[in-house]
T-cell receptor, first 115, second 113 residues
Framework: GNSVTQMEGPVTLSEEAFLTINCTYT??????LFWYVQYPGEGLQLLLK?????DKGSNKGFEATYRKETTSFHLEKGSVQVSDSAVYFC??????????????FGTGTKLQVIP | AAGVIQSPRHLIKEKRETATLKCYPI?????VYWYQQGPGQDPQFLIS???????DKGSIPDRFSAQQFSDYHSELNMSSLELGDSALYFC????????????FGPGTRLTVL
C-alpha cells in the first residue's frame, strides 16, 4: 500500500532560519502530493500541492518539488517566522479529480519558531 | 471564499451517549470525507460520500454511521460513545471532476467523559 514518511519533530528554529521538513513516499501509480498545515486548535489548511513529477508547489514563501526519482516532496522555506509555528502534514492522494480518491497522511511534523 | 463548515465545534458527552456531527461543504462540492484525529496523530480516514452514496469506507467503528443529504451536507452519527472516541473529527470536501484537492473544515472536538 501507499505510505508517507515525514521527519520526526518537533523541529525548533530561530526566526529567519531556513526550514526543511523531509517527506518521502511510496506509492503505486502517479499520486498527487500535498502539504497541509494545522495551527493549534484548527483544522488542516492546504499549504501547497504538486500533481506530477518535477512540479513545484509554492505558497506563502513555502515550496516543495515533486521528485519522482527520489520519491520525495520536501518542504522548504527560506526564512521562517514565529507565525509559521504549526504542525505540517505531508499527504499523498491516489486517484484523480474525476473519481475515487485515497489519502495517505504522514505523521505530521511540529515546527516551533522562537523569536 | 466560503469554507467547509462543521458544527458543533466542541462537544462534550458522557460514555454510552450518542453524538451527531455535521458537515456543510463548500458550495458545489459534492464529495465529503470524514476523518478522526487523535492527539498527536495524523488524520485517519473514516468514510466518504459522493452524491449521497457511500463511496469508500475506512476504519469507521460499527457504532458510527454517516450519511449525505440532498444538499450535500453530511452527518456523522456516533452511538455508545467510548472514552477512546475523544478526538478531533474533520470533514473534508471537494468537487469531483474539478479538483483532486480535499478542503478541510475546522473540525469538531469531541470529548467523552
Amino acid at each position: 500500500g501507499n505510505s508517507v514518511t515525514q521527519m520526526e519533530g518537533p523541529v525548533t528554529l530561530s526566526e529567519e532560519a531556513f526550514l526543511t521538513i523531509n517527506c518521502t513516499y511510496t506509492a503505486t501509480g502517479y499520486p498527487s502530493l500535498f502539504w497541509y498545515v494545522q495551527y493549534p486548535g484548527e483544522g488542516l489548511q492546504l499549504l501547497l500541492k504538486a500533481t506530477k513529477a518535477d512540479d513545484k508547489g509554492s505558497n506563502k514563501g513555502f515550496e516543495a518539488t515533486y521528485r519522482k526519482e527520489t520519491t520525495s516532496f520536501h518542504l522548504e522555506k527560506g526564512s521562517v517566522q514565529v507565525s509559521d509555528s504549526a504542525v505540517y502534514f505531508c499527504a499523498l492522494i491516489e486517484g484523480n479529480s474525476g473519481g475515487y480518491q485515497k489519502v495517505t497522511f504522514g505523521t505530521g511534523t511540529k515546527l516551533q519558531v522562537i523569536p | 471564499a466560503a469554507g467547509v463548515i462543521q458544527s458543533p465545534r466542541h462537544l462534550i458527552k458522557e460514555k454510552r451517549e450518542t453524538a451527531t456531527l455535521k458537515c456543510y461543504p463548500i458550495p458545489r462540492h459534492d464529495t465529503v470525507y470524514w476523518y478522526q484525529q487523535g492527539p498527536g496523530q495524523d488524520p485517519q480516514f473514516l468514510i466518504s460520500f459522493y452524491e449521497k452514496m457511500q463511496s469508500d469506507k475506512g476504519s469507521i467503528p460499527d457504532r458510527f454511521s454517516a450519511q449525505q443529504f440532498s444538499d450535500y451536507h453530511s452527518e456523522l452519527n456516533m452511538s455508545s460513545l467510548e472514552l477512546g472516541d475523544s478526538a478531533l473529527y474533520f470533514c473534508a470536501t471537494r468537487q469531483r471532476g474539478v479538483t483532486d484537492t480535499q478542503y478541510f473544515g475546522p473540525g469538531t472536538r469531541l470529548t467523552v467523559l
